[in-house]
């Protein structure tokens, strides 16, 4: 069944959707995005995926297309007509179609592109990946420097995931420095005793939405939580690991450039995590 998909205020078979190939999205990779996860028909996080558009939007100064309501009640007619009910909605925004190509930013009143469409994820939440844990290798960071902007510029990420599963892994962390920045495209923790560390908030790193809510329930459920970076070595030395996004939620990561991790299988904790995390954000879904 083709999907609909949504494209600068109207709702498309995906077919029809078209953007021009002048877009700034297409031609200069000026652009951000928003993932949002949905369980049961409802959408997961989606005041924190909005704050984080907002802040991307601003900070490459593209402008706001749409109000807040506006997203929500079209993201809610995206899973409406398109009948999820586990999945994700993925949000492209782009500071548009100038009509030309220039590397200056096109007038303030150039429309934005605003596109978003549906992927069908059933059983998103009872992924089989969560009983046996994901293997990671790592890779030099090379991605750019404002890392904490999610912007479309996603090819070093694509690049280091393929080289990830050239070596028989699920994904790879992040180097630079000497210290795990993140995920390809999740954030990464290790886990030692009582006491979770993952690297604080900086420019180095995308401010995950999953991160923020993880570390608050982690926090609420008397577990320490360590915001700084650690090395590949501290890793391979931890009790456990795991990552965390909108799309994978709390996944166990139980072998690091071919170290396993504590026993090698699933730790307790980011089980534990992955419970309160999936509890409390079906609670809270929109
Ligand atoms: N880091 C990177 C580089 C990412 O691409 C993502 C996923 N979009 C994350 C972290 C996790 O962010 P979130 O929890 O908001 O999905």
Request: charged share 25%; glycine share 8%.
């Amino acid at each position: 069944m083709s999907r609909i998909v949504y494209v600068n205020g109207e709702y498309l078979p995906e077919g029809d959707a078209k953007v021009s190939i002048f877009d700034r999205g297409f031609v200069m990779a000026d652009g951000v995005y928003e993932v949002v996860s949905v369980l049961d028909g409802k959408l997961i996080d989606f005041p924190g995926h909005q704050a984080r558009l907002n802040r991307s939007l601003d900070a490459l100064e593209i402008g706001q297309p749409m109000t807040d309501d506006a997203y929500l009640e079209m993201f809610r007619a995206l899973v409406e007509k398109n009948r999820i009910n586990d999945g994700l909605i993925y949000l492209q925004v782009t500071r548009g179609n100038p009509g030309d190509r220039d590397f200056a930013y096109p007038p303030k009143d150039t429309p934005q592109t605003v596109v978003a469409f549906t992927q069908s994820k059933p059983g998103l939440a009872e992924n089989p990946a969560v009983k046996t844990g994901w293997r990671v290798i790592t890779l030099p960071d090379q991605r750019w420097d404002r890392r904490d902007i999610k912007t479309v510029q996603l090819l070093y990420p694509s690049m280091a995931k393929m080289a990830a599963k050239a070596q028989g892994a699920d994904d790879a962390w992040l180097v630079e420095d000497g210290k795990v920045t993140e995920g390809t495209s999740n954030n990464a923790y290790i886990v030692k005793g009582n006491s979770i560390v993952t690297r604080e908030l900086s420019n180095d790193i995308l401010h995950g939405i999953t991160r923020a809510a993880v570390l608050r329930l982690a926090r609420e459920a008397q577990l320490q939580v360590e915001e700084r970076g650690f090395t590949p070595e501290e890793a391979a030395q931890a009790d456990e690991a795991f990552v965390t996004s909108a799309s994978a939620f709390v996944m166990p990561v139980v072998e690091i450039d071919g170290a396993k991790i504590g026993s090698g299988a699933p730790g307790k904790i980011a089980e534990r995590l992955r419970e309160i995390y999936l509890d409390e954000m079906r609670k809270t879904a929109l």
